[in-house]
């Protein structure tokens, strides 16, 4: 029977009269004694993709845009007034819903306690001034960019790092939550009937968010510019009218909104304090800008601190401002009408200025959502790196961003609005925990690192440090107690059970690193010679054939093996493949119940402890149609082979396709 065996099959070393023919540049097969070789790839080498993986690439590029190559990351500087657009939406942005928060818990204990706000809000902008005065001393220190995450890691360590890592993860998904949430309930407080679509719509600006970030939307300047100072102009322009009114003797204005009572709460330090944490949102962001400090333009760390005085003055006068004119006109928090609407409306009717204020809030809360995109991502590639989070965190997408922190938070947020149907006032005890605990660390982060290191000024720097960490963790306690039952609950367990899992994928890629460690003694490397190869096959056919002379070229130690329910059917597959292969063994699989996979598995698992040393190849025939439609006139047999092979340990998987369009 050899000599019905085909020449080209017959097992022996490979033809290789064709030694002697050049190779493409960058695909040299030597030894690379002078260096290697390097081959670019052009942004036109998906061209010989097949038909289906080309149509989902063109829509990839037609949601998001080509690719971009990494030499193409920008690296922008820019002046502090454009600095403050970009790094200070998320702070100013809060002022839209602070103050309503106060007054939603005050309203409950009567209209009588609403007149606690101003003192309320006046302590929180006091907070504000000692935690930016400490955040000046991170900027000086830390002129690199100092996150929470990175001053805690290199002051307390990775535990607390950890801690303030989940912290400020929370904090960037209920940003945008919040923000988003809050700029709809702008746009439905200007036109009612879009009220009962707030969720939807909602969710629907997180997918646009998302998109536009996967895109590559940067903390660009041109984007961030006018939106920002849209507002800030609407703001002077509300509360300069509404001072200057009053200064002109108006009346308070009667609300058009009766509050609510409860006999069961009175006014009392609980609910003062309750109040306080509530107003407390008017701080998030401000660390915003001792994060970006690289976009600044020389001397960036004084231009940072400059812009931080900026930003928190802003925030301060609009807070206290929005606070002092809602208690002058009496405004009660509404269902259907955010706060900022009703004062605007009672200052300046349905005018333009109305729709200019609405517009520019929602504007100001979409762009504070926006940078959690560029934040959120930023930090999970730090922590990536790390080891505490999978390493798709730490690569570049198609566009220069960091695509898997873009989706996941994406996907956060999107369910958390849908959850709490776009619900601003559902998500506000949430949102202050993460802040503050954060804020926390920062400080104790900057004090610990005077008081250990000595530097020059450092009495000051302890004491200006010392005092925003004991600030903000007094704070922390009480948000957490005054809000523990609204569902602070949520974040105090979640940051924990955080904190461990991070913990867990650190300590599981440590165990990799050791598993795949080389012997430090370990040189030059030889081939690693398969002990055994498997080749299951059917009726014989090019494709096999095929197969089985790549099996042949990798070891003469090939094993035939043919499934089947029907011994009689065995025997004559088992023929026509020995007619042409004689040489080699050839089992026959009864699989009574007519399943492939399973018998192949367990045929593998029990001779493979008298098999040969060395890896175990299974050699796969896979035909590969002209067209991807055509896919669903195929079983798949050799696709379901491959992921039941794949957690088999010693067992490789080589693929041979067989192209019907080639060969046809």
């Not at 009588?112 to 930016?132: D, E, H, K, Q, T």
């Not at 959120?376 to 730490?394: S, Y």
């Not at 039952?485 to 979640?494: E, F, Y």
Request: charged fraction near 15%; glycine fraction near 8%.
């Amino acid at each position: 029977m050899a000599q019905d065996l085909p020449p080209e099959a017959t097992p022996g070393p490979a033809d290789r009269s064709d030694r002697g023919a050049p190779l493409p540049s960058g695909c040299s097969a030597e030894p690379a004694e002078k260096g290697p070789a390097h081959f670019t790839l052009s942004q036109g080498a998906s061209e010989g993709a097949p038909f289906f993986g080309r149509t989902l690439l063109r829509f990839k590029h037609f949601l998001i845009g080509r690719p971009l190559a990494t030499l193409q990351l920008p690296h922008e500087r820019i002046p502090k007034w454009k600095a403050l657009a970009v790094l200070s939406s998320d702070a100013l942005s809060s002022v839209a819903y602070a103050t309503e928060e106060i007054l939603l818990v005050l309203v409950v204990a009567g209209t009588a306690s609403l007149g606690l706000s101003l003192p309320i809000a006046g302590a929180i902008a006091l907070l504000l001034a000692a935690v930016a005065f400490s955040y000046r001393q991170t900027i000086f220190h830390y002129p690199q960019g100092g996150g929470t995450y990175t001053v805690t890691k290199d002051n307390l360590g990775l535990r607390p790092a950890l801690v303030a890592g989940s912290s400020l993860m929370v904090d960037y998904v209920l940003t945008v939550a919040v923000s988003v949430s809050s700029g709809v309930a702008a746009v439905t407080s200007a036109f009612p009937a879009l009220h009962p679509y707030k969720a939807p719509l909602a969710v629907g600006v997180v997918v646009l968010l998302t998109l536009a970030n996967l895109r590559g939307t940067r903390e660009s300047a041109t984007i961030f510019v006018l939106p920002t100072y849209f507002f800030i102009g609407s703001m002077f322009v509300l509360l300069g009218l509404g001072a200057w009114k009053i200064a002109l003797g108006a009346p308070p204005v009667e609300a058009t909104t009766e509050a609510t009572r409860s006999a069961s709460e009175a006014i009392g330090v609980f609910l003062v304090l309750r109040a306080f944490a509530s107003g407390c949102t008017a701080m998030t962001g401000t660390e915003a800008i001792s994060n970006g400090i690289p976009i600044f333009r020389e001397p960036q760390s004084r231009n940072a601190a400059t812009t931080l005085s900026w930003m928190a003055a802003l925030l301060a006068l609009f807070f206290l401002g929005i606070t002092f004119l809602a208690q002058h006109y009496a405004i009660h928090p509404a269902p259907e009408e955010t706060v900022v609407s009703q004062l605007t409306r009672a200052i300046a009717g349905h005018g333009v200025l109305y729709y200019a204020v609405q517009a520019s809030t929602a504007l100001i809360l979409l762009l504070a959502a926006n940078t959690s995109y560029a934040d959120f991502p930023r930090l999970a590639n730090f922590m990536a790196q790390d080891g505490f989070l999978p390493k798709q965190f730490t690569y570049f997408g198609d566009r220069l961003a960091y695509s898997t922190g873009i989706i996941v938070l994406g996907l956060l947020s999107g369910l958390l609005v849908a959850l709490f149907r776009a619900d601003t006032h559902a998500l506000i005890p949430l949102y202050a925990v993460g802040v503050f605990v954060a804020f926390t660390l920062s400080q104790a982060s900057m004090a610990w690192r005077w008081w250990s290191r000595r530097e020059p000024g450092w009495p000051r720097g302890l004491v200006i440090n010392g005092v925003g960490a004991l600030a903000t963790g007094i704070v922390s306690l009480v948000v957490v107690v005054t809000k523990f039952v609204h569902g602070a609950w949520i974040i105090v367990l979640l940051i924990p059970l955080m904190v461990a899992a991070f913990s867990w994928v650190r300590t599981y890629y440590q165990c990799i690193e050791r598993v795949l460690a080389l012997d430090p003694d370990a040189r030059a490397f030889g081939p690693l010679k398969p002990g055994w190869v498997v080749v299951p096959v059917s009726g014989l056919n090019k494709a096999g054939v095929n197969t089985v002379r790549l099996a042949l070229a990798l070891s003469e130690r090939v094993t035939l093996v043919h499934v089947t329910d029907r011994p009689e059917e065995g025997d004559r597959v088992q023929s026509e493949w020995q007619r042409h292969f004689p040489a080699l063994p050839f089992v026959i699989v009864e699989s009574p119940y007519r399943m492939l996979v399973s018998p192949i598995i367990a045929y593998l698992r029990a001779c493979r402890p008298q098999a040969p040393a060395g890896p175990i190849l299974v050699v796969l025939t896979e035909l590969v149609p002209q067209r991807w439609w055509q896919y669903v006139l195929f079983n798949l047999d050799a696709l379901k082979f491959k992921l039941a092979l794949f957690f088999m340990p010693r067992v490789n998987v080589v693929d041979a396709p067989f192209h019907l369009e080639e060969e046809g």
